[in-house]
Structures are given as C-alpha cells and as structure tokens.
Nanobody, 111 residues
C-alpha cells in the first residue's frame, strides 16, 4: 500500500522559511518521479514542483528562486525547502506520486 506522510508545515511571517518533508512507502521511491502540489483556501489544486528519478527539478514560475525540491532516496523522503515565503504561499501542501496524495501539511504565511 502506498503511503505518503507530509510534515513540517506551520505558521511563519512573510519572508520566513520552512522545510516540508514527505515520508514515502509502498513503492520504489528511488525510481519514481515525485511532486509537491498545494491548495489555497477557496482555490483549486496547483502544481508547485517536481523531481524525477534522476534528480532533475521543475518549478511553477511563482516559486522559482524561492523553493527547492530535493529527495533522499536512502530515507525514502521528499523535501520542499521554502524561503522568502509570501502570504500567497498560504495553502495545504501535498506530496504526490502518480495519482495519489498524502493528507497534507498546512502552511500559513502571516504577520
């Protein structure tokens, strides 16, 4: 059974930083493309970033230069390092594999 468990969200002021983690199990993590998606209050699901099995990374324009996706295949863990956070980054963040998502972790950026 595939399991994706996110953690690391919280309340931070604008300009702050957070690191999200996603512990993955039930599939071959090291050979799988992974992504982060988010859903802001009252809005649809938005793709944020992806990383493929070779380590190539991709970002939506609004987070380029501020967010960094990475993976630790030895720990079956996906990360999202978020810097220079803005109020518009407030959302529930989900780790995703193929059509599956975890339960999410809430990120709130507010002064």
């Amino acid at each position: 059974e595939v399991q994706l468990v996110e953690s690391g969200g919280g309340l931070v002021p604008p300009g702050g930083s957070l690191r999200l983690s996603c512990a993955a199990s039930g599939f071959t993590f090291s050979s799988s493309a992974m992504r982060w998606v988010r859903q802001a209050p009252g809005k649809g699901l938005e793709w944020v970033s992806s990383i493929n099995s070779g380590g190539s990374t991709y970002y939506t324009d609004s987070v380029k230069g501020r967010f960094t996706i990475s993976r630790d295949n030895a720990k079956n863990t996906l990360y999202l390092h978020m810097n220079s956070l803005k109020t518009e980054d407030t959302a529930m963040y989900y780790c995703a594999f193929e059509s599956l998502r975890g339960q999410g972790t809430q990120v709130t950026v507010s002064s």
